[in-house]
């Protein structure tokens, strides 16, 4: 009778065990997602923020070129000097920028990353009341009313 009882009990904390293994890989799952869309989703908002931003230094280079042109009264020279700005911009941040670059978006990235969850307050047991006397360790249970 023992024995059985003690089988009986090491099956269910078998389940239970196999039931928290499963919760908590679904819970992971739940949570990558979460993160995985989170990041799609501001790629696909700061992709578009980006496309628009190069439209308008598009425009602004090609009046700034133009502006250039007229003032210097040589018709290219403009589109030189402003394409001749560019080009040194992107030599100094592929030379220099790299590090500062990489350290940004990885510290960005990790604390978006690994933040942790957001957690709820834990609510008390139904069943008991919160304890005012501190001098006892007396749990007090809640009479359950029988009113139907």
């Known amino acids: 009778m023992a024995f059985e009882r003690i089988s009986q009990n ?12 499963q919760s908590s890989a679904d819970y992971y799952k739940l949570d990558l997602f979460n ?19 190069l439209f308008a230094i598009l425009f602004l280079s090609i009046a700034v070129s133009v502006a250039l042109s007229s003032w210097l009264e040589i018709p290219s020279v403009g589109f030189v000097i402003v394409g001749g ?13 790299g590090g500062i670059i990489s350290k940004v978006m990885l510290s960005a990235a990790s604390k978006k990353v690994f933040q942790e969850p957001e957690k709820k307050p834990k609510e008390s047991h139904p069943e008991f ?9 007396e749990i007090i249970i809640k009479e359950e009313d029988e009113r139907v």
């Open 85 to 97: 700005l560019y080009l040194l911009t992107g030599l100094i941040i592929l030379l220099f920028g």
């Open 129 to 137: 009341t919160s304890q005012t006397n501190f001098r006892n360790d």
């Open 10 to 21: 090491l099956q269910r904390l078998n389940e239970n065990i196999r039931s928290l293994a």
């Open 35 to 53: 993160k995985t869309m989170k990041g799609a989703t501001a790629a696909v908002k700061y992709s578009a923020v980006v496309f628009f931003i």
